[in-house]
């Protein structure tokens, strides 16, 4: 075999190895995800319900869409809004701090990612919880004439 042809059959090795590893890649990506794509469990206002406003803030859900003690995760913008009291709404990352899953339900004042079972504190963000040390990153939100909106 010529000196060519060896790098090329070594290059031919590298790509198939690199192919490989993306694909494993990918896999592990997805299994972070919903089985339907869009990562939030308890979304059924979800993405669909997000509108522009005219002052450039996503509409993202009604304030009744989000129930007490509970929340909607919104996997296309990446956020979870939860209402820990009666007309208190709290906005987070829905992006588990622990190893970058998308957190999939709220219920019973807790935010969960279903990866590795992390639990978050649905008024505060802090985990209570599961391997996941470090608290969801707040996101900014304004809730006004009964809409919830992302800043």
Do not use: W
């Not at 969801?136 to 006004?144: H, M, Y």
Request: charged content about 15%.
């Amino acid at each position: 075999m010529s000196a060519a042809q060896e790098r090329r059959s070594l290059l031919g090795r590298r790509t198939v190895i690199a192919a490989a590893g993306a694909a494993g890649a990918a896999a592990a990506l997805t299994a972070c995800g919903g089985a339907d794509g869009s990562g939030g469990g308890d979304s059924s206002a979800g993405s669909d319900a997000v509108e522009q406003s005219g002052d450039g803030g996503a509409v993202l859900a009604a304030t009744a869409d989000i129930p007490e003690g509970g929340g909607v995760v919104f996997a296309a913008q990446k956020v979870v809004v939860t209402q820990p009291q009666p007309g208190e709404f709290k906005a987070f990352s829905s992006t588990c701090t622990h190893q970058g899953c998308a957190v999939k339900d709220v219920s019973d004042g807790s935010i969960v990612c279903p990866c590795h079972n992390s639990t978050f504190d649905a008024a505060t963000g802090s985990p209570t919880g599961g391997p996941a040390t470090k608290p969801l990153p707040v996101r900014e939100i304004t809730v006004e004439g009964g809409s919830i909106r992302l800043v």
